[in-house]
């Protein structure tokens, strides 16, 4: 069983950055990858980043690629998410996510425990 909390989310102005962390608890938490995702009031949730157990794979949305950055500190059982140059359509509540398997997949199913998401608000 593995644990997340989310946290660093806020109020930030467009072109400004934000860097959200997901602690979590157990000890699979390095054993697999590990991903952002993003819903906003009336939508469905929609993948942003995903990164491989190891680090060393990473995937993006289109939407934030050159502007969001994913990463994780296996020592510290926490991952991170690097956003720059946010704009109002990123505001959204931002969940992190452990996969099922060891390599990053944009696919919602494929993720076996979520955290309960921290808010990003960009005001323009």
């Known amino acids: 069983q593995v644990q997340l909390v989310e946290s660093g989310g806020g109020l930030m102005q467009a072109g400004g950055s934000l860097r959200l962390s997901c602690a979590a608890s157990?000890?699979?938490?390095?054993?697999?990858?590990m991903g952002w995702f993003r819903q906003c009031p009336g939508k469905e949730r929609e993948f942003v980043a995903a990164i491989s157990w190891r680090g060393t794979n990473t995937y993006y949305a289109d939407s934030v690629k050159g502007r969001f950055t994913i990463s994780r500190d296996n020592a510290k059982n926490t991952g991170y998410l690097q956003m720059n140059s946010l704009k109002p359509e990123d505001a959204a509540v931002y969940y992190c996510?452990?996969?099922?398997?060891?390599?990053?997949?944009?696919?919602?199913?494929?993720?076996?425990?979520w955290g309960q998401g921290t808010q990003v608000t960009v005001s323009s």
């Open positions: 996510a452990v996969s099922r398997g060891t390599l990053p997949t944009p696919r919602s199913t494929e993720y076996r425990y």
């Open positions: 157990g000890p699979t938490f390095s054993s697999y990858a």
